[in-house]
């Protein structure tokens, strides 16, 4: 049984930056695919990045692009998400969503909200 | 890019027959996923490759895609499958999800 279990929520002010981390049991990193998907509050579920094994390579949703970096410790298994220059807009619940056999996000963590507020 | 319509509501009598659309595309020839999401609950994976089930999904859910439109079938519906059901594709490394239909159950 996979399981993720994500950081807990933050409050920041514009132009600053945020990480917020994923960690999981169940499998490993090196055998899995780990994604970020945000929410805004009332909204639907937007890609924001993640591990394509196909491409062996961090893709970006455009939107994010320039804003996001997405790093893993395979050693703790845990991932992180750092989003730099958050504008209000950016307040939404982050959810890690992992990649384990095909491109569908298996299981997801509890997510993290993310409040940008001056 | 890639677009996904979906309707913002559906509704359904307890026990009988709902079923969601997400339209796209020739969204046929793609493989379509769904997911449920509970109120102040993270998704889960209901469907996965158009019509397969997850583990632990009951039998009651199943998919199908054909031309320029997937269905996510809930048969004799639940009161707990009182939901927002988005549907998800992948293309060109791109995550694509549909704006989500609300399925309440009456």
């Known amino acids: 049984q996979v399981h993720l279990v994500q950081s807990g929520a933050e409050v920041k002010k514009p132009g600053a930056s945020v990480t917020v981390s994923c960690k999981v049991s169940g499998t490993t990193l090196t055998r899995s695919s780990m994604h970020w998907v945000r929410q805004v509050p009332g909204k639907g579920l937007e890609w924001v990045g993640g591990f394509e094994p196909e491409d062996d390579e961090t893709v970006y949703a455009p939107n994010f692009k320039g804003r996001v970096t997405m790093t893993e410790d395979t050693s703790t298994d845990t991932a992180y998400m750092e989003m730099r220059r958050l504008i209000s807009e950016d307040t939404a619940m982050y959810y890690c969503?992992?990649?384990?056999?095909?491109?569908?996000?298996?299981?997801w963590g509890q997510g993290t909200l993310v409040i940008v507020s001056s | 890019s890639y677009e996904l319509t979906q309707p913002p509501s559906v509704s359904v009598a307890l026990g009988q027959t709902a079923r969601v659309s997400c339209g796209g595309k020739n969204i046929g020839g793609r493989n379509v996923h769904w997911y449920q999401q509970k109120p102040g609950q993270a998704p889960v994976l209901v469907i996965y490759?158009?019509?397969n089930r997850p583990s632990g999904i009951p039998g009651r859910f199943s998919g199908s895609d054909s031309g320029n439109t997937a269905i996510l079938t809930i048969s004799r519906a639940q009161a707990e499958d009182e939901a927002v059901y988005y549907c998800q594709v992948w293309e060109s490394s791109n995550y694509v999800f549909g704006p989500g239909t609300t399925v309440t159950v009456l």
């Open positions: 969503a992992i990649r384990l056999l095909g491109q569908w996000f298996d299981s």
């Open positions: 490759r158009d019509d």
